[in-house]
């Protein structure tokens, strides 16, 4: 009997117009972290649902302890000891938190009704395992962050009592702290003989956790490393099939005179916020999670109700009651959401990148289809989404396309300042160059750029002048010349220029 408690052996899936899986292989063993890595795109996901029961492979063949195993939907799955989180959360948001963790196998008492008492107490026990021991079993799930959403994801695969755990981007919502204390737990239930597959397109994590990395590029399986054999570098090389050099490329500052204000804005989760905004800049909002960064930004664009005080651009004042309103002064937003709140899955690429200017390209009960093929092309191209045809669904792209139609399809409108809220989220080092590029040259098109991050790195080699964000207000300010790691969190974390 081999040591491998998952065996998945040339696996392949294929999709019309695209081979997404071709002879992949991954062995996981009892007590093992493993890590999946690889572009966006490459397979992991498909990989994933393979194992979840949501896709069957039309070839090749699984392994669950040495005993050859078909998995042919979830129940089958769940029944074979796996569990996996993705990264969209499954939650039932109107249940209590203890209703979620043992939705589907509730206590009962007399045979037929739930026992609350118990699954309340039970579900207690799993959460002081994460660290949620403050949080009432019976409040409801929609009322959580979504970083604590997460956490009660990992309590309901706790409470299954799995053999193999999938952990999907787990760590895209969470700050510091939360992302320690999941480590913590992936520790504890490694050392419980728990097999973990760790998907997560942040290096630092896949280094400090994993024992072992396999690597997926373009639907191929590339190879399977000891972590402590591997390096940065080396990883890289392998996900996107070149070096990457300098992964902030260096750009020109040409900044100039202020021509946007944002003066006292205030809403339930904004303080008396002011910001100003240059030619030429791109202007950086951080903070920790629930700092309000983007809440400013709904205040400001009329998402939320909020109050303000002057909005000036180009030297005039203007009103901003709805998201429509800014749309027409040429502010516009590209949400942390992507898949949720920027596009529209099961639409086409063409159909996502023209919606926000049909008025434009209708007229009477016709078309003009000449100007939206040029727009079309304008922007694809020089956005380089990858797709074969502008008819593809947007939800069938890589993530970092996605983001791309995205940009597409507010670049489309013209306009004088573009709001990118965490646009790198969730997409692969390669896409993130990519992205980073491309804002380089949305500026030099004269498009004023404000960047909302928490990822230090980015709004320290991108910025050129950064808000720190403290409690839903304006912490501190700092410059180009005066951007430091220590300067940064000092008024992230409430702190003041006196200290």
């Known amino acids: 009997m081999s040591d491998y408690v998952l065996r998945m052996q040339g696996i392949s899936k294929e999709f019309p117009g695209v081979k997404a899986l071709d002879n992949i292989h991954l062995n996981l063993k009892k007590g093992e972290i493993h890590a999946l890595i690889g572009e966006n795109g490459a397979g992991k996901s498909t990989l994933i649902k393979v194992l979840a029961g949501i896709y069957r492979p039309d070839s090749g063949e699984i392994y669950i302890n040495d005993e050859k195993v078909v998995i042919d939907d979830v129940a089958s799955s769940k029944k074979l000891g796996i569990s996996i989180i993705h990264q969209e959360l499954s939650l039932a948001k109107n249940m209590t938190i203890a209703e979620n963790i043992f939705l589907g196998s509730y206590p009962l008492k007399k045979g037929f009704a739930v026992d609350d008492k118990r699954m309340n107490e039970e579900a207690a026990k799993y959460l002081a395992m994460i660290g949620m021991e403050h949080f009432p079993p019976d409040r409801k799930v929609a009322s959580l962050s979504i970083a604590q959403q997460q956490m009660v994801e990992i309590c309901r695969s706790l409470a299954g009592e799995n053999r193999i755990l999938v952990l999907d981007e787990p760590t895209t919502s969470l700050i510091a702290e939360e992302v320690e204390r999941l480590m913590e737990i992936m520790r504890t239930l490694k050392s419980k003989g728990v097999a973990i597959i760790f998907v997560s397109h942040k290096l630092n994590e896949i280094f400090e956790i994993s024992d072992n990395i396999t690597v997926l590029r373009d639907g191929q399986y590339v190879a399977t490393e000891k972590t402590a054999e591997m390096t940065t570098d080396k990883l890289i090389s392998m996900m996107v099939g070149r070096e990457i050099q300098d992964i ?234 005066e951007i430091s790691e220590t300067a940064i969190m000092k008024y992230t974390i409430g702190g003041n220029e006196n200290e």
Request: charged share 30%; aromatic share 6%; with cysteine.
């Open 248 to 481: 902030y490329p260096p750009h020109e500052t040409n900044i100039q005179e202020t021509f946007f204000e944002a003066n006292h804005i205030s809403s339930d989760r904004v303080h008396d916020v002011s910001f100003h905004l240059k030619k030429g800049e791109i202007l950086g909002f951080y903070g920790l999670m629930g700092a309000g960064r983007s809440e400013i930004m709904r205040a400001l664009l009329g998402i939320d109700k909020a109050q303000k005080g002057d909005v000036i651009l180009d030297g005039r004042k203007i009103q901003i009651n709805s998201p429509k309103d800014a749309m027409k002064e040429g502010i516009v937003l590209a949400p942390e959401d992507r898949r949720h709140e920027g596009l529209i899955l099961k639409q086409t690429v063409d159909f996502n990148i023209t919606l926000p200017i049909l008025g434009e390209l209708i007229k009477g009960i016709r078309m003009n289809r000449k100007k939206k093929d040029e727009i079309l092309d304008t922007y694809a191209k020089r956005l380089r989404i990858k797709t074969s045809s502008y008819d593809n669904k947007v939800g069938n792209l890589s993530g970092g396309n996605q983001q791309k139609v995205v940009l597409a399809k507010w670049m489309a409108t013209n306009p004088k300042i573009l709001i990118l809220d965490e646009p790198t989220k969730g997409i692969d080092v390669g896409a993130k160059q990519e992205i980073y590029k491309l804002v380089y040259e949305i500026v030099n098109m004269g498009v004023g750029v404000i960047f909302i991050s928490s990822e230090m790195p980015e709004v320290i080699n991108l910025c050129d002048r950064i808000y720190m964000v403290y409690e839903g207000k304006i912490n501190g300010e700092i410059s180009r010349d």
